[in-house]
């Protein structure tokens, strides 16, 4: 159905509903194409007149798609009046609807009433992170700096996760501003992309950099570039911090992994006791090892080799002279077939010692036992991030011991090594080091990027 571009009179609605196959969802039909045409804001307001007229009364759900409307063309008023008639009509709104109600009113001169609708919703449940993010960015828009940060804070809080657009609106909102305790916050959103091991992408990156030389008086100077292999910046020269974890910091997070992750409630619904016992085994018999190859996952590498071949080629690149591999397979590479051959299963079992598991099992705990056992110096290679293994921690300082020791230790082949320095934000008072993504789509990758941010300031 084409939506009019005048407003009809009723006969002219009737009319065209009649003619519709289906008259009793005409209504729902012509709004849901209203909103995709983004028709006329009084062609929608003379069709909800006319049900209006004809039922005495409009349908909640018709309502709330001229909302839509309204909002996707910023009619304040309309939004407004909407809002005071789904009040009188309908005691609470669902968040669709308080969605809607926020989006539109946080875009507008009316503001404020957005903050009130935030607080209705709060008395029913927690606010969506969307919610929370247009009021902030409506607070910053209107330089209420202290109020964007009550509400990052509460957002926070509920364990919502910020997203780089709204990190992002700080800097920008806060550019050319004073203040030690608003630079004690950005400073704040920097130090936690640092703890939970984000990288932004580039436009965000060059936002911090042109908030840093806008503080008045600040003399800084930021310049984007790529840090050396030694781990030293050759803007400033300054050496990054290093990717190692001390004695104490391994071996409590050694304990940790192995109580809570490996032995914690989640591993033998993936490998049975008496398989695990058996891998226990079979490292402690042969420990140490310098890499632990998870071997299905790096077959995977590149889909249109066979499987055992890239395997081979990871197993070739880093068997080196005393280096000492051990590759975890599952028992159906044993079974020679088009993508396992058997002689170069045989060639590569001269290279690396191997463990072969159920094919039922996930190695993940296989993996992180194993390189764990044999020493600090051990890295592994897989192309998983291990996030779930990371949730079973349960507290935040050994989730981040486990991030680092994870950036220092885990190679991805496509190519990614695990560097000498750690990939986080660093600061040390006058300098800043800041890694960021060159494109905008890899905001919460957890690959590391080459690119960084360097901060200097002039004193």
């Not at 939506?3 to 065209?16: F, G, H, R, S």
């Not at 902030?136 to 957002?155: C, P, R, S, T, V």
């Not at 002689?343 to 390189?371: G, V």
């Amino acid at each position: 159905v084409q939506p009019p571009e005048n407003p009809l009179q009723a006969d002219e609605w009737n009319k065209l509903r009649e003619s519709f196959r289906s008259p009793e969802i005409f209504e729902e039909v012509m709004f849901n194409n209203m909103v995709r045409c983004n028709s006329p804001v009084d062609v929608a307001k003379s069709l909800l007149t006319h049900v209006a007229k004809r039922n005495g009364d409009i349908a909640y759900n018709l309502l709330l798609k001229y909302l839509a409307l309204c909002v996707q063309q910023g009619q304040t008023s309309e939004i407004c009046d909407v809002y005071d008639i789904m009040k009188i009509r309908f005691r609470i709104l669902e968040s669709g609807a308080y969605n809607l109600l926020i989006r539109g009113l946080s875009n507008s001169n009316q503001w404020r009433r957005a903050l009130t609708i935030l607080e209705e919703v709060k008395k029913i449940t927690v606010p969506s992170r969307t919610n929370y993010e247009s009021c902030i960015k409506a607070a910053g828009h209107h330089q209420e700096m202290n109020l964007a940060f009550e509400l990052y804070h509460e957002m926070l809080a509920k364990d919502l996760v910020p997203s780089l657009d709204v990190l992002q609106a700080f800097f920008d909102f806060s550019r050319g501003m004073t203040g030690a305790e608003l630079q004690k916050e950005l400073f704040g959103i920097l130090l936690y992309l640092r703890e939970n091991q984000i990288y932004p992408h580039e436009t965000f990156m060059r936002s911090i950099k042109l908030w840093f030389e806008s503080i008045p008086g600040g003399n800084w100077r930021g310049h984007l570039t790529s840090i050396k292999d030694s781990g030293q910046c050759p803007v400033c020269n300054h050496q990054l911090e290093d990717s190692d974890l001390t004695e104490e910091e391994y071996n409590n997070l050694r304990e940790r992994i192995i109580r809570d992750v490996i032995h914690g409630t989640d591993t033998f619904r993936k490998t049975s006791p008496q398989e695990f016992q058996a891998f226990q085994t079979f490292v402690e018999n042969r420990l140490p090892f310098d890499i632990v190859i998870d071997g299905l996952n790096v077959s995977h590498i590149k889909p249109r080799k066979m499987q055992c071949e890239n395997l081979f080629d990871a197993v070739n690149s880093l068997a080196k002279e005393n280096v000492r591999l051990l590759v975890l397979g599952r028992k159906h590479m044993l079974i020679n077939s088009s993508n396992w051959r058997r002689e170069i299963m045989k060639e590569m079992q001269n290279k690396a010692d191997f463990f072969f598991a159920e094919n039922i099992s996930e190695d993940d705990a296989f993996l992180l036992y194993a390189t764990l056992r044999s020493g600090k110096h051990c890295k592994f290679v897989t192309r998983d991030f291990l996030r779930d293994h990371k949730a079973c921690l349960s507290d935040s300082l050994t989730r981040q011991l486990f991030r680092k020791w994870q950036r220092g230790h885990q190679i991805v082949f496509s190519p990614s090594p695990a560097f000498c320095y750690d990939s986080v934000v660093q600061t040390t008072g006058d300098t800043w080091h800041m890694p960021y993504k060159d494109t905008y789509g890899e905001k919460y990758s957890y690959r590391v990027p080459r690119k960084w941010l360097c901060l200097q300031q002039k004193l």
